[in-house]
Protein backbone atom coordinates (compact mmCIF):
# COMPACT_ATOMS: atom_id res chain seq x y z
CA UNK A 1 0.00 0.00 0.00
CA UNK A 2 1.04 3.65 -0.57
CA UNK A 3 2.10 5.71 1.83
CA UNK A 4 1.29 9.60 1.75
CA UNK A 5 4.44 11.80 1.64
CA UNK A 6 4.41 14.97 3.82
CA UNK A 7 2.16 16.77 1.83
CA UNK A 8 -0.02 14.13 1.42
CA UNK A 9 -0.25 14.01 5.26
CA UNK A 10 -0.44 18.22 5.85
CA UNK A 11 -3.82 17.64 3.22
CA UNK A 12 -5.41 14.51 4.89
CA UNK A 13 -5.04 16.76 8.27
CA UNK A 14 -6.57 19.82 6.57
CA UNK A 15 -9.52 17.35 5.35
CA UNK A 16 -10.21 15.59 8.43
CA UNK A 17 -9.71 18.69 10.99
CA UNK A 18 -13.03 20.55 11.20
CA UNK A 19 -11.40 23.96 11.90
CA UNK A 20 -10.23 24.12 7.96
CA UNK A 21 -13.51 25.93 7.56
CA UNK A 22 -12.89 27.84 9.70
CA UNK A 23 -9.62 29.33 8.50
CA UNK A 24 -10.33 29.26 4.50
CA UNK A 25 -13.20 31.85 5.88
CA UNK A 26 -10.22 33.36 7.83
CA UNK A 27 -7.95 33.41 5.10
CA UNK A 28 -11.11 35.39 2.66
CA UNK A 29 -11.70 38.38 5.45
CA UNK A 30 -7.87 38.94 5.87
CA UNK A 31 -7.91 39.54 1.44
CA UNK A 32 -10.79 41.38 1.71
CA UNK A 33 -9.17 43.52 4.83
CA UNK A 34 -6.14 43.83 2.85
CA UNK A 35 -7.89 45.16 -0.37
CA UNK A 36 -10.11 48.02 1.13
CA UNK A 37 -6.93 49.00 3.72
CA UNK A 38 -4.58 49.36 0.79
CA UNK A 39 -4.00 52.51 -0.58
CA UNK A 40 -4.68 52.81 -4.37
CA UNK A 41 -1.52 54.80 -5.78
CA UNK A 42 -2.01 56.67 -9.29
CA UNK A 43 1.89 56.61 -9.68
CA UNK A 44 4.06 53.42 -7.84
CA UNK A 45 5.91 53.85 -4.46
CA UNK A 46 9.51 53.82 -5.96
CA UNK A 47 12.30 56.21 -4.42
CA UNK A 48 13.64 58.58 -6.85
CA UNK A 49 14.86 61.87 -5.05
CA UNK A 50 14.54 64.92 -6.68
CA UNK A 51 15.60 68.48 -5.76
CA UNK A 52 14.99 71.81 -6.68
CA UNK A 53 17.59 74.62 -6.41
CA UNK A 54 16.52 78.27 -6.97
CA UNK A 55 18.89 81.25 -7.03
CA UNK A 56 18.17 85.51 -8.11
CA UNK A 57 20.23 87.41 -9.22
CA UNK A 58 18.64 90.53 -9.59
CA UNK A 59 19.20 92.44 -12.89
CA UNK A 60 21.16 90.10 -14.51
CA UNK A 61 20.03 88.56 -18.29
CA UNK A 62 19.03 84.95 -19.06
CA UNK A 63 22.96 84.65 -20.74
CA UNK A 64 24.58 85.91 -17.75
CA UNK A 65 22.34 84.12 -15.17
CA UNK A 66 23.60 80.89 -17.40
CA UNK A 67 27.21 81.61 -17.41
CA UNK A 68 27.98 82.95 -14.14
CA UNK A 69 25.62 80.63 -12.14
CA UNK A 70 23.30 77.89 -13.87
CA UNK A 71 26.69 75.90 -15.51
CA UNK A 72 28.95 76.67 -12.31
CA UNK A 73 26.40 74.89 -9.91
CA UNK A 74 25.53 71.98 -12.08
CA UNK A 75 29.95 71.23 -12.29
CA UNK A 76 30.11 71.17 -8.28
CA UNK A 77 26.36 69.24 -8.24
CA UNK A 78 27.92 66.41 -10.38
CA UNK A 79 30.19 65.92 -7.66
CA UNK A 80 27.30 64.19 -5.33
CA UNK A 81 26.97 61.25 -5.87
CA UNK A 82 24.40 58.80 -6.75
CA UNK A 83 23.16 62.11 -9.35
CA UNK A 84 21.70 60.55 -12.20
CA UNK A 85 20.94 63.85 -14.24
CA UNK A 86 20.93 67.47 -13.71
CA UNK A 87 18.46 70.19 -15.51
CA UNK A 88 19.08 73.76 -15.57
CA UNK A 89 17.12 76.62 -16.87
CA UNK A 90 17.92 80.17 -16.49
CA UNK A 91 15.75 83.15 -16.74
CA UNK A 92 16.38 87.25 -16.46
CA UNK A 93 17.13 87.69 -12.68
CA UNK A 94 16.82 83.77 -11.73
CA UNK A 95 18.14 80.46 -12.37
CA UNK A 96 16.63 76.75 -11.16
CA UNK A 97 18.45 73.52 -11.13
CA UNK A 98 16.70 70.51 -10.87
CA UNK A 99 18.66 67.49 -9.95
CA UNK A 100 17.31 63.71 -9.70
CA UNK A 101 18.78 61.24 -7.82
CA UNK A 102 19.34 57.83 -8.71
CA UNK A 103 16.63 55.73 -8.13
CA UNK A 104 16.66 54.11 -4.27
CA UNK A 105 18.87 56.84 -3.19
CA UNK A 106 18.00 58.02 0.31
CA UNK A 107 15.45 61.29 0.54
CA UNK A 108 17.47 62.88 3.67
CA UNK A 109 20.61 61.93 2.35
CA UNK A 110 20.34 63.57 -0.93
CA UNK A 111 18.86 66.31 0.71
CA UNK A 112 21.29 67.19 3.03
CA UNK A 113 24.54 66.21 0.56
CA UNK A 114 22.85 68.94 -2.22
CA UNK A 115 22.44 71.64 0.85
CA UNK A 116 26.36 70.72 2.21
CA UNK A 117 27.56 70.95 -1.44
CA UNK A 118 25.40 74.35 -2.15
CA UNK A 119 26.98 75.81 1.06
CA UNK A 120 30.60 74.38 0.80
CA UNK A 121 30.91 76.75 -2.83
CA UNK A 122 28.71 79.39 -1.37
CA UNK A 123 32.35 81.99 -1.73
CA UNK A 124 32.37 80.92 -5.29
CA UNK A 125 29.24 82.60 -6.24
CA UNK A 126 29.62 86.12 -7.95
CA UNK A 127 28.07 88.85 -5.65
CA UNK A 128 24.81 89.23 -5.75
CA UNK A 129 23.05 85.88 -6.24
CA UNK A 130 20.88 85.66 -3.46
CA UNK A 131 21.27 82.33 -0.80
CA UNK A 132 20.14 78.76 -3.02
CA UNK A 133 16.92 78.01 -1.76
CA UNK A 134 16.53 73.81 -2.08
CA UNK A 135 13.25 72.39 -2.38
CA UNK A 136 12.71 68.30 -2.34
CA UNK A 137 10.79 66.68 -4.74
CA UNK A 138 8.53 63.12 -4.61
CA UNK A 139 6.56 60.94 -6.62
CA UNK A 140 4.03 62.05 -4.49
CA UNK A 141 3.92 65.61 -5.84
CA UNK A 142 2.55 64.50 -9.31
CA UNK A 143 -0.98 65.22 -9.05
CA UNK A 144 -3.26 62.80 -9.11
CA UNK A 145 -6.32 65.12 -10.29
CA UNK A 146 -6.70 67.86 -12.45
CA UNK A 147 -10.23 69.73 -13.48
CA UNK A 148 -10.88 72.76 -15.14
CA UNK A 149 -13.41 75.75 -14.97
CA UNK A 150 -14.58 77.61 -17.64
CA UNK A 151 -17.33 79.85 -18.99
CA UNK A 152 -18.45 81.57 -21.69
CA UNK A 153 -19.82 84.76 -19.37
CA UNK A 154 -17.01 84.91 -16.44
CA UNK A 155 -13.12 86.15 -17.55
CA UNK A 156 -10.05 83.99 -16.00
CA UNK A 157 -9.75 86.50 -13.49
CA UNK A 158 -13.17 85.98 -11.62
CA UNK A 159 -12.35 81.79 -12.95
CA UNK A 160 -9.75 82.12 -10.43
CA UNK A 161 -11.15 83.42 -7.63
CA UNK A 162 -13.73 80.71 -7.68
CA UNK A 163 -10.65 77.88 -8.10
CA UNK A 164 -9.47 79.50 -4.72
CA UNK A 165 -12.69 79.44 -2.90
CA UNK A 166 -12.96 75.51 -4.29
CA UNK A 167 -9.65 74.92 -2.82
CA UNK A 168 -10.51 76.18 0.40
CA UNK A 169 -13.40 73.70 0.38
CA UNK A 170 -11.04 70.67 -1.06
CA UNK A 171 -8.62 71.65 1.94
CA UNK A 172 -10.73 70.32 4.63
CA UNK A 173 -9.32 66.72 3.63
CA UNK A 174 -6.44 65.94 5.57
CA UNK A 175 -5.02 63.56 2.84
CA UNK A 176 -4.44 66.16 0.20
CA UNK A 177 -0.91 67.87 0.42
CA UNK A 178 -0.86 70.66 -2.11
CA UNK A 179 -3.16 72.46 -5.16
CA UNK A 180 -1.97 73.99 -8.17
CA UNK A 181 -3.89 76.34 -9.87
CA UNK A 182 -2.87 77.17 -13.65
CA UNK A 183 -4.58 80.11 -15.69
CA UNK A 184 -6.42 82.97 -15.07
CA UNK A 185 -5.04 86.55 -13.26
CA UNK A 186 -4.31 86.79 -9.43
CA UNK A 187 -6.06 89.63 -8.18
CA UNK A 188 -3.63 93.15 -7.73
CA UNK A 189 -3.95 95.91 -5.81
CA UNK A 190 -1.77 98.89 -8.17
CA UNK A 191 -0.33 101.95 -6.73
CA UNK A 192 0.02 104.72 -9.56
CA UNK A 193 1.71 107.39 -8.21
CA UNK A 194 1.59 111.12 -8.81
CA UNK A 195 4.82 112.80 -8.75
CA UNK A 196 3.05 116.73 -9.19
CA UNK A 197 1.41 115.50 -5.68
CA UNK A 198 4.68 113.52 -4.15
CA UNK A 199 6.19 117.12 -4.97
CA UNK A 200 3.35 119.04 -2.96
CA UNK A 201 3.09 117.46 0.01
CA UNK A 202 7.01 116.97 0.27
CA UNK A 203 6.70 112.82 0.05
CA UNK A 204 9.07 110.07 -1.21
CA UNK A 205 8.06 106.68 -2.75
CA UNK A 206 10.36 105.21 0.11
CA UNK A 207 8.43 107.36 2.42
CA UNK A 208 4.96 105.63 1.44
CA UNK A 209 6.42 102.01 0.83
CA UNK A 210 7.50 102.51 4.52
CA UNK A 211 3.97 103.59 5.70
CA UNK A 212 2.17 100.57 3.41
CA UNK A 213 4.51 98.13 5.40
CA UNK A 214 3.41 99.44 8.95
CA UNK A 215 -0.27 99.64 8.30
CA UNK A 216 -0.34 95.74 7.07
CA UNK A 217 0.47 94.33 10.17
CA UNK A 218 -1.39 92.00 13.13
CA UNK A 219 0.70 91.03 15.96
CA UNK A 220 -0.86 89.46 18.99
CA UNK A 221 -0.88 92.12 21.85
CA UNK A 222 -1.51 89.10 25.02
CA UNK A 223 -4.11 87.84 26.36
CA UNK A 224 -6.31 87.49 29.60
CA UNK A 225 -8.82 84.99 31.51
CA UNK A 226 -12.58 85.65 31.81
CA UNK A 227 -14.83 83.01 32.95
CA UNK A 228 -12.78 80.35 32.53
CA UNK A 229 -11.69 81.36 29.15
CA UNK A 230 -8.39 82.73 27.49
CA UNK A 231 -9.01 85.64 25.26
CA UNK A 232 -5.84 86.60 22.71
CA UNK A 233 -5.61 90.33 21.90
CA UNK A 234 -4.26 91.08 18.17
CA UNK A 235 -3.70 94.75 17.16
CA UNK A 236 -3.21 95.86 13.63
CA UNK A 237 -5.44 94.85 10.52
CA UNK A 238 -4.17 93.76 7.11
CA UNK A 239 -5.45 95.66 4.41
CA UNK A 240 -7.87 94.04 2.50
CA UNK A 241 -9.75 95.97 -0.55
CA UNK A 242 -8.08 99.30 -2.41
CA UNK A 243 -10.38 101.30 0.07
CA UNK A 244 -8.53 100.22 3.22
CA UNK A 245 -4.90 101.16 0.85
CA UNK A 246 -6.45 104.41 0.06
CA UNK A 247 -7.31 105.64 3.09
CA UNK A 248 -3.71 104.59 5.12
CA UNK A 249 -2.07 107.70 6.52
CA UNK A 250 1.31 108.13 4.66
CA UNK A 251 2.57 111.82 6.48
CA UNK A 252 1.03 114.98 7.46
CA UNK A 253 1.21 118.55 5.52
CA UNK A 254 0.23 121.84 7.22
CA UNK A 255 -1.10 120.16 10.28
CA UNK A 256 -3.62 117.49 8.19
CA UNK A 257 -2.93 114.05 7.75
CA UNK A 258 -2.39 113.37 4.13
CA UNK A 259 -3.54 109.70 2.94
CA UNK A 260 -2.41 107.54 -0.14
CA UNK A 261 -5.45 108.43 -2.06
CA UNK A 262 -4.32 112.11 -2.08
CA UNK A 263 -0.91 111.48 -3.70
CA UNK A 264 -1.57 108.14 -6.02
CA UNK A 265 -4.52 106.40 -8.14
CA UNK A 266 -5.40 103.42 -6.40
CA UNK A 267 -7.04 100.39 -8.60
CA UNK A 268 -8.12 97.07 -7.53
CA UNK A 269 -8.02 94.46 -10.61
CA UNK A 270 -6.16 91.36 -12.11
CA UNK A 271 -2.11 91.80 -12.56
CA UNK A 272 -0.98 90.78 -15.73
CA UNK A 273 -1.39 86.74 -16.29
CA UNK A 274 1.49 84.60 -16.20
CA UNK A 275 0.10 81.37 -18.23
CA UNK A 276 -3.17 81.30 -20.34
CA UNK A 277 -6.00 78.24 -20.47
CA UNK A 278 -8.37 78.30 -23.66
CA UNK A 279 -11.22 75.49 -23.33
CA UNK A 280 -12.26 74.82 -26.53
CA UNK A 281 -14.43 72.44 -28.51
CA UNK A 282 -13.82 69.93 -31.63
CA UNK A 283 -15.90 68.97 -34.81
CA UNK A 284 -17.16 65.97 -33.01
CA UNK A 285 -18.32 67.96 -29.86
CA UNK A 286 -22.31 68.20 -28.93
CA UNK A 287 -21.47 72.07 -28.61
CA UNK A 288 -20.88 73.26 -32.15
CA UNK A 289 -18.73 76.04 -30.80
CA UNK A 290 -15.63 76.65 -32.38
CA UNK A 291 -15.03 79.81 -30.14
CA UNK A 292 -12.28 79.00 -26.93
CA UNK A 293 -13.00 80.34 -23.46
CA UNK A 294 -10.76 81.06 -20.94
CA UNK A 295 -10.60 78.91 -18.55
CA UNK A 296 -8.58 77.55 -14.93
CA UNK A 297 -7.08 74.04 -14.54
CA UNK A 298 -6.91 72.99 -10.46
CA UNK A 299 -4.27 69.83 -9.84
CA UNK A 300 -4.17 68.04 -6.59
CA UNK A 301 -1.53 66.44 -5.44
CA UNK A 302 -2.00 63.51 -2.48
CA UNK A 303 0.26 62.94 0.75
CA UNK A 304 2.40 59.67 0.90
CA UNK A 305 0.61 56.20 1.77
CA UNK A 306 -3.05 57.91 1.02
CA UNK A 307 -5.73 56.04 -1.18
CA UNK A 308 -5.99 57.79 -4.32
CA UNK A 309 -9.34 56.78 -5.29
CA UNK A 310 -10.81 57.98 -2.17
CA UNK A 311 -9.47 61.56 -2.49
CA UNK A 312 -10.71 61.42 -6.17
CA UNK A 313 -14.21 60.63 -5.43
CA UNK A 314 -13.80 63.24 -2.49
CA UNK A 315 -13.14 65.85 -4.50
CA UNK A 316 -16.03 65.14 -7.06
CA UNK A 317 -18.47 64.87 -4.42
CA UNK A 318 -17.51 68.62 -2.66
CA UNK A 319 -17.42 69.99 -6.62
Known amino acids: ?94 GMAIIRFKVGEDMEKSLVDVYTKLMSHYDKIPPGVSQPFVKPRSIDDVP ?72 NFLVPSGKFPSFNREYIVETGSFLKNADDVGNVVVGTHDGKPVYLRNVAKISDRPEEAANYVFMGFGPASRTPDASQYEAVTISIAKKKGTNATDIAENAFRKI
Do not use: N
Not at 28 to 38: E, H, K, M, P, Q
Not at 206 to 213: E, K, T, Y
Open 144 to 215: ILSFTLWSRIYEGYQLRRVALEICDELKKDKDIAEFHITGGQKRQIRIDMDPVQLRAYGMSPHQIAGSLQKA
Open 1 to 94: MHKPGISGKIARIFIQSKLTPLIVIASILLGVYAIIVTPREEEPQILVPMIDVFVSYPGASSQEVDERVSKPMSKFLWEISGVEYIYTMSHPGS
